[in-house]
C-alpha cells in the first residue's frame, strides 16, 4: 500500500491562486495512475482531476477545466494540483488517490482508487 501525503492548502481570496501536492511513498510511483478529488462540507466527494502514469494524458472536471492543471514529476514520486482564479464554489478538502489497476481508462467516480491521502482544506473567500 503507498502512502499518500497533500500538502499546500490553505485561506485564499477569490481570484487567487494555490498549488497542491501530494508526496506518495515507494518505488513504485511511476505505476499509478494519480486521482485529485474534493469534498466540501455536507456533499458528496467530487472528481477533479486525473493524470496518468507518465502523464501523458490528463481529464479535469468541467467545474475546474481551464482553471485547474494537474501535473506529476515521478522522480520526485509527486504529483501537484495548480489551481488559479480561485473561486468560493472551490472551498473543499482536496485529496489526491492511487490507481493501481493498470487500466486504459483513467478513473473518475473515486471507484478505481485504492490508496487516499488524508486531504488538506481549501478555502476561498469571496
Known amino acids: 500500500q503507498v502512502q499518500l501525503v497533500e500538502s499546500g492548502g490553505g485561506l485564499v481570496q477569490a481570484g487567487g491562486s494555490l498549488r497542491l501536492s501530494c508526496a506518495a511513498s515507494?518505488?513504485?510511483?511511476?505505476?499509478?495512475?494519480m486521482g485529485w478529488f474534493r469534498q466540501a462540507p455536507g456533499k458528496e466527494r467530487e472528481f477533479v482531476a486525473v493524470i496518468s502514469r507518465s502523464g501523458a494524458r490528463t481529464k479535469y472536471a468541467d467545474s475546474v477545466k481551464g482553471r485547474f492543471t494537474v501535473s506529476r514529476d515521478n522522480a520526485k514520486n509527486t504529483v501537484y494540483l495548480q489551481m488559479n482564479s480561485l473561486k468560493p464554489e472551490d472551498t473543499a478538502v482536496y485529496y489526491c488517490?492511487?490507481?493501481?489497476?493498470?487500466?486504459?481508462?483513467?478513473?473518475?467516480?473515486?471507484?478505481?482508487?485504492?490508496?487516499w491521502g488524508q486531504g488538506t482544506q481549501v478555502t476561498v473567500s469571496s
Open positions: 488517490a492511487a490507481d493501481a489497476r493498470g487500466a486504459l481508462v483513467l478513473g473518475t467516480t473515486g471507484g478505481e482508487y485504492d490508496n
Open positions: 515507494g518505488r513504485t510511483f511511476s505505476s499509478y495512475v
